[in-house]
């Protein structure tokens, strides 16, 4: 009986361990935003919650998202050495959204949110919800403007200010990638959130 109880229970936590990595997983095909949502369905809730909230179009971020970390919860930038020996990584960026520590600190304090964790679909695109309205009211960049959000993002309000992008050739290039991403997007969620919103709202006030 002992055997037959531990069996169901090894299981239950190889279900639940399953899961967990199928959630976290990144989305089979990033490059159609409709695919993620119809794949990932909580996301989609996590992005309209932040698009809600902060008033930043979710395909901006999403777009920003996907240059940052390719939809992975535990990105974080390669490990450095010296003689063979790990130093440390070149930053502390780290999760979807590669926030760094003490920016994510200042979010966690200024929202209240003390529990979110950068490998959190759902923190880490409130995160980006909330610099991206930052953003508008230091430095005046529309919430729908992605490549100048991405400046910004990658910048700092500071660094964004002086112009330190403009030494920096291969990241003007990177951000436009990231504004075309981001039309690309707009122009796929066209065609699907009437359906994306109708299983939204379901979940919303049946769930």
Request: glycine share 6%.
């Amino acid at each position: 009986m002992g055997i037959i109880k531990n069996t169901k229970y090894f299981f239950l936590l190889t279900c639940v361990s399953l899961l967990a990595a199928c959630s976290s997983s990144p989305p089979r095909n990033p490059e159609n935003l409709c695919e993620i949502f119809q794949e990932k369905r909580d996301w989609y809730t996590a992005a309209k919650d932040m698009e809600d909230k902060w008033g930043t179009p979710l395909h901006v971020p999403m777009a920003m998202m996907y240059q940052e970390s390719s939809f992975k919860h535990d990105a974080a930038p390669p490990m450095e050495y010296f003689l063979f020996i790990p130093t440390g990584r070149a930053s502390s960026a780290y999760g979807y959204s590669q926030a760094k520590t003490l920016t994510w600190q200042d979010y966690t304090r200024e929202t209240g949110n003390g529990w979110a964790s950068r490998d959190d679909f759902a923190d880490a695109i409130d995160f980006m919800g909330w610099f991206t309205t930052k953003t508008h009211k230091i430095n005046g960049v529309s919430k729908w403007d992605a490549y100048r959000q991405y400046l910004n993002y990658h910048e700092g309000w500071g660094g964004y200010r002086k112009g330190s992008y403009n030494k920096k050739p291969w990241l003007i290039k990177v951000s436009k990638k990231v504004d075309q991403r981001a039309k690309q997007y707009a122009q796929q969620l066209k065609r699907c959130q009437d359906d994306l919103d109708s299983g939204w709202l379901w979940r919303t006030f049946f769930s």
